[in-house]
């Protein structure tokens, strides 16, 4: 499974982003497709995810009310619409996919494929 990440920008506190995760390649091994970010000098950390099949999603805490991941099953894409945006959000977002099970939706071990990363920063 190959991924494309696009969508990330400069953007002002309190403002939106939509983040895009093109799949490609055998995409039908995918039970699971996350975000994960990674701000300077920090660990990457869990975003949110969604479970392919039934469309489930899980949010990070901090995101929680803010960000909205959804996918589009005939384009083989998810989305990350992100809003009201705070400088904390500044990272680079990876998706990532995997034949990921539900105990572990969270965990980066998990994902076996993941995009190059797109730089999102929140200027306050």
């Known amino acids: 499974v190959q991924l494309q990440a696009s969508g990330g920008g400069l953007v002002q506190a309190g403002g939106s982003l939509r983040l895009s995760c093109a799949a490609s390649?055998?995409?039908?091994?995918?039970?699971?497709v996350g975000w994960f970010r990674q701000a300077p000098g920090k660990e990457r950390e869990f975003v949110a995810s969604?479970?392919?099949?039934?469309?489930?999603?899980y949010y990070a805490d901090s995101v929680k009310g803010r960000f909205t991941i959804s996918r589009d099953s005939a384009k083989n894409t998810v989305f990350l619409q992100m809003d009201s945006l705070k400088p904390e959000d500044t990272a680079v977002y990876y998706c990532?996919?995997?034949?990921?099970?539900?105990?572990?939706?969270?965990?980066?071990?998990?994902?076996?494929?993941w995009g190059q990363g797109t730089l999102v920063t929140v200027s306050s």
């Open positions: 390649g055998r995409t039908s091994d995918t039970r699971a």
């Open positions: 969604i479970i392919w099949t039934g469309g489930s999603t």
């Open positions: 990532a996919a995997g034949r990921t099970i539900l105990s572990t939706i969270t965990t980066q071990s998990a994902y076996r494929h």
